[in-house]
């Protein structure tokens, strides 16, 4: 079973910003939010990840609740190339990666 | 420097045959994890590799079976191929395998299986 929980599907106008979010309410002290997307025809890239605090770089940011029960990654100025599904998973050395379903995003020109 | 590589990019085989697919990491990468992603199912963990040993497995039958060998390239294999195997395999290599560290996709080998 997926330690995390996305919605099915996003939709968002081009240029403004979005947000993504993702429930883990069973996470674990050691494990690691990580967030990969996957762009038709491609295998995932990373985009961003965190443990505790809130992460900038220069793809997104990743806002972490403060009980690290759910995370928002939001990309500032979405673009037609953004337009990809975008996973949310817990990484730990010591357990297998379990990848969900992901959200669909989808960018409206 | 060099990404992912994934060999062959495609291959079809009949039921019952076996198959191997290599994957070599970047260079410098010690952790190697393999991927089955289906339309059904999306992306699911097969194993992961660490300095020729398996560390972590996801919960797919003996038939699938992988290895890794000292300069950290690795092989899967699927033994008896079943039609429900045809799928997008996945590597994906990191440094050590840690949380924090970043997984770096290859892209893929797409089997069908007749």
């Known amino acids: 079973d997926a330690k995390t929980t996305q919605p099915n599907s996003m939709e968002s106008n081009e240029e403004e910003p979005v947000h993504l979010p993702c429930n883990h309410s069973t996470i674990s002290g050691t494990d690691y939010i990580h967030w990969y997307r996957q762009l038709p025809s491609q295998g995932p890239e990373y985009v961003i990840h965190?443990?505790?605090s809130n992460v900038n770089n220069r793809m997104a940011s990743l806002a972490i609740a403060e009980d690290r029960k759910s995370s928002t990654l939001i990309l500032h100025r979405a673009t037609l190339r953004d337009a990809a599904v975008y996973y949310c998973?817990?990484?730990?050395?010591?357990?297998?990666?379990?990848f969900g379903k992901g959200t669909r995003l989808h960018i409206l020109p | 420097k060099a990404g992912v590589t994934q060999t062959p990019r495609y291959l079809i085989k009949t039921r019952g045959q076996q198959v191997t697919l290599s994957c070599s990491p970047i260079s410098g990468h010690r952790s190697v994890s393999w991927y089955q992603q289906t339309p059904g199912q999306g992306l699911q963990f097969l194993f992961e590799y660490f300095s020729e040993t398996q560390r972590n497995k996801g919960n797919f039958p003996g038939r699938f079976s992988g290895r890794q060998f000292s300069n950290s390239r690795s092989e899967m294999n699927v033994s008896t191929l079943e039609l429900g195997d045809s799928a997008l395999y996945l590597c994906?290599?990191?440094?050590?395998?840690?949380?924090?560290?970043?997984?770096?996709f290859g892209p893929g080998t797409r089997l069908t299986v007749l």
């Open positions: 994906a290599s990191s440094l050590i395998g840690e949380g924090w560290d970043e997984q770096f």
């Open positions: 998973i817990l990484q730990n050395r010591d357990d297998k990666i379990i």
């Open positions: 965190g443990l505790t």
